[in-house]
């Protein structure tokens, strides 16, 4: 049985920093990709960044110069580092796992505002 637990969410003023982890556990091949996907009320949820296990990053445009994703491959522990935080970037976040097939996180409530 996979899980990831994650931790770091909050509320946040415009321009601030948050940072997220994540830590899976369970079965976990050592080739894996693990990440972040969010999702606004009413709206679909959307990557903002993924890292593979050979540290090969993706992020989405909108995040791209102010947010960073690292991992620890040793421990299948993945962060995110949030800067110059914008309104937009409210959302529940959901660390993501994806080894064989999909797994999701419980989610952690980020609130952007003054």
């Known amino acids: 049985q996979v899980q990831l637990v994650e931790s770091g969410g909050g509320l946040v003023q415009p321009g601030g920093s948050l940072r997220l982890s994540c830590v899976a556990s369970?079965?976990?091949?050592?080739?894996?990709?693990m990440g972040w996907y969010r999702q606004a009320p009413g709206k679909q949820r959307d990557l903002v960044a993924i890292i593979d296990t050979l540290g090969t990053t993706t992020y989405a445009d909108s995040v791209k110069g102010r947010f960073t994703i690292s991992r620890d491959a040793d421990k299948n522990r993945v962060y995110l580092q949030m800067n110059s935080m914008k309104h937009e970037d409210t959302a529940v976040y959901y660390c993501?796992?994806?080894?064989?097939?999909?797994?999701w996180g419980q989610g952690t409530q980020v609130t952007v505002s003054s």
């Open positions: 369970g079965n976990i091949g050592s080739i894996n990709v």
């Open positions: 993501y796992l994806h080894w064989g097939t999909r797994y």
